[in-house]
Nanobody
Framework: QVQLVESGGGWGRPGQSLALSCKYS????????LGWYRQVPGKQREFVAS???????NYGGSRRGRFFITRNVAENWIRLQMDRLELDDTGTYYC????????????WGQGTQVTVSS
């Protein structure tokens, strides 16, 4: 059974940095994509960043150049480095695993809160 466990986040001021990590259980299917979505109350989840099994990365437009996603293949975790934080980065960040050919397409972590305020 796939498990995703997030850690990190918390509070930061605009311009500062925070980092999120997501530890995942062994992935037995290919292809796959790991990444992060952000959600604020009353709105749909918003794509933040992803990395696939070949380490190709993709970023949501407003965070390109400020956020960086990496993957540790040996230890089964991904990390989201969030630099130059902005107020709009506030939200609950969910780690996800996508299996595009599986019966279950998305697996989600429990979410971790990021709050940016001055």
């Amino acid at each position: 059974q796939v498990q995703l466990v997030e850690s990190g986040g918390g509070w930061g001021r605009p311009g500062q940095s925070l980092a999120l990590s997501c530890k995942y259980s062994e992935i037995t299917f290919r292809p796959f994509t790991l990444g992060w979505y952000r959600q604020v109350p009353g709105k749909q989840r918003e794509f933040v960043a992803s990395i696939d099994q070949g380490s190709t990365t993709n970023y949501g437009g407003s965070r390109r150049g400020r956020f960086f996603i990496t993957r540790n293949v040996a230890e089964n975790w991904i990390r989201l480095q969030m630099d130059r934080l902005e107020l709009d980065d506030t939200g609950t960040y969910y780690c996800y695993l996508e299996n595009p050919t599986g019966r279950v397409r998305y697996y989600w972590g429990q979410g971790t809160q990021v709050t940016v305020s001055s």
